[in-house]
Nanobody, 124 residues
Framework: QVQLVESGGGLVQAGGSLRLSCAASGRTFSNYAMGWFRQAPGKEREFVAS????????YYSVSVKGRFTISRDNAKNTVYLQMNSLKPEDTAVYYC?????????????????WGQGTQVTVSS
């Protein structure tokens, strides 16, 4: 089992920045690809960003590319999502997910473990 705990969410004005963290425990973190997904009220969960287990490749949704950056620190068992130039449409609950020896899949079904989510609210 892998336990994932997100943090760093909050309320920010449009144009501002936030950095989300996802701390992992339970298994060897460096063996897992990590992804960030989000779900806004009344909408389906959508892919945001991912990083492969080798830390050699990242992938972003079109809506966040150029504004968000995913990174990982295997020494700290943590994956980050730096979010800049935030927009009201970025408002959602953000979830991190882990996939054993995974790539950069944007599909939620590729991930084995999920965190409980952290709320991000961007005001206009």
């Amino acid at each position: 089992q892998v336990q994932l705990v997100e943090s760093g969410g909050g309320l920010v004005q449009a144009g501002g920045s936030l950095r989300l963290s996802c701390a992992a425990s339970g298994r060897t973190f460096s063996n897992y690809a990590m992804g960030w997904f989000r779900q806004a009220p009344g909408k389906e969960r959508e892919f945001v960003a991912s990083i492969n287990w080798r830390d050699t490749s990242t992938y972003y949704s079109v809506s966040v590319k150029g504004r968000f950056t995913i990174s990982r620190d295997n020494a700290k068992n943590t994956v980050y999502l730096q979010m800049n130039s935030l927009k009201p449409e970025d408002t959602a609950v953000y979830y991190c997910a882990a996939a054993y020896l995974g790539g950069t899949s944007p599909h939620g079904s590729a991930y084995d473990y999920w965190g409980q989510g952290t709320q991000v609210t961007v005001s206009s």
